[in-house]
C-alpha cells in the first residue's frame, strides 16, 4: 500500500463510519475545513480530555482558563501578529494557482531541503536555479514571493462605515498571557506555574489541507509554563520528554515520533523544537515546545501599561518570568491517533479486517451492546442502560453478528457485548476484545468494573 493511499483510505473510513465529514458538504466543500460526525466528535473530545487530565489535572502547578476568541485588537499589535503573521506565497502566472514557496521548495526536494532558514530572496533563487514548476500546471512562470496575511479579520460596531477590524484569534497562547496577572493572583500560584487552555484558533490557510493536518479553523491544547531563567531550560527539557511520553502512553510507536530542533529561532527565542509524527505524508509536525524568554509578557507590559511581573514571595524580587510554551493542535493529534490506529489484518480465513486499534481512553465508544437475536432486544437494552450511565456505549441489532463485530471494530471500539439466549437463564455475557478477538464470558454485574479497569489512561 503507498503511503499516499493510505491516507485516502483513512479519509473514507473516516467519512463512511462517521468520523469526519467533507465541511459544508452539500454546496460542494468549502476547502479546508471539516465537520466531525458522531464518532469523531467522541475521538477528539476524547483526545482533549486526555491532554487535559495528562497536564492540568495531574499537575497541581497548572492552571486552566478559557478565553475570549475575540481580543481587544492591541493584544495583537503586541504579539507582532499584525505586522508579521503571513506566508510567502507565489502566484502561478500560468494557472492561476498560489502557493507556498517554502513548501514548493520542501515538496520539490522531496523533505531533502529546509526552507525554514531562507530569505525570500534565496528561495526566489532556489526556485529559479532548481526550476522547480508549478505542482498544478507544471509550467514555470512564477511571480514574485509576496507575504500573505494569516490572521482573519472580522469587524465589531453596526454603524455602516465606522466599524472596527478585530480578528479570529491565530493562536490560543495570548488568552493566558493576557490572564496573568489574573490567574496569579487568584490561584495564588507561584513560579514556575503554568495556565492552559484548549480552544479554537483560525488561520486564513491557503495551502492544500492534507484532511486534518492543515485547516483553517482548529482547536489548539497549549499550556505557558512561567518561571525564572535560571530554571527554564531545565523545564523546557522537561516538557519536550513530558510531551513524547504523552503520545506513547497513547499508543504511539517510538519509531514513529522524532524530535526536531529548530534551525532558525525567532529573534526573541531561545530555544525551540518540534516533535513530528510519520504521518501517511511523511514526517511532519505535531506539536511545538518554546523557550520564549520574557517575549510576550514584556510586550504586554509595554502595549498595554500594566507591569506584567511576578514579585516572588520570600524575597520580594520583582522580575517577569521566562516562558516556556507546549503546543499541540487537538485536530492535528486526532488525525496522527486515527493514522496510528489504522490496521488491515488477515485473518485465518483469507478475508481483511479493518480495525482502528485506539488506546481504549480514546475510542469513541467503550463498549457494543449487541443482542444475538432482535427477540433479545428486551434484555439488551436492559444492559445498554446499565452500561451506558458509565461509558459511550453503542447498541446495534441488525444484520450478522460477524458483520457487527466487523463494524465495531472499523470505529475502534474496544469492547462487544453479546446477549444470548443463556443470558436470560444465568445472567452472563460474551464480552469480546477488539485486539485479540478472543471471547469470554462475564456477569452481567462484573462488566463495569471489568471495561472501567481496562479503559483507564
Ligand atoms: P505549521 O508549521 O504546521 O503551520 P506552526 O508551527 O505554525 O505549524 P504553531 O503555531 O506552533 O504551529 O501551533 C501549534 C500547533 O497547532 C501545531 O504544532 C499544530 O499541531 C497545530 N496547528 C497549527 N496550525 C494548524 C492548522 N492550520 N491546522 C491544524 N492544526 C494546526
Redesign the pocket.
Known sequence: MTELKNLDKIVNLCKGRGFVFPGSEIYGGFANTWDYGPVGNELKKNVKNAWWKRFVQESPNTYGVDAAILMNPRVWDASGHTQNFSDPLMDCKECKQRFRADNLIEDNSKGKVSAEAMTNEQMENYIAEHKVNCPNCGKFNWSNIRQFKLMFETSRGTVEGQKDVVYLRP?TCQGEYVNFLNVQRTARAKVPFAIAQIGKSF?N?ITPGNF?????E?E?MELQMFCKEEESFKIYDDYKKQAREFLLNLGFKEEHLKYHDHEKLAHYAKAAC?IFYKFPIGF?????IHHRSTWDLSRHSEFSGKAMQYVDPVTNEKFTPNVIEY???A???TLAVLCEAYDEETLENGETRVVLHFHPALAPYKVAILPLQKNLGEKAREVYAKLSKEFMCDYDEAGSIGKRYRREDEIGTPFCVTIDFDTLNDNTVTIRDRDTMEQIRLPIDDLVDYVSTRIKF
Not at 212 to 216: G, K, N, S, V, W
Not at 284 to 288: A, K, T, V
Open positions: 493562536e488561520r490557510e486534518l493536518f492543515r485547516t483553517i482548529f489548539q518540534d511532519s509536525e505535531l506539536n511545538g503546543s499541540i493542535g485536530d492535528r493529534l
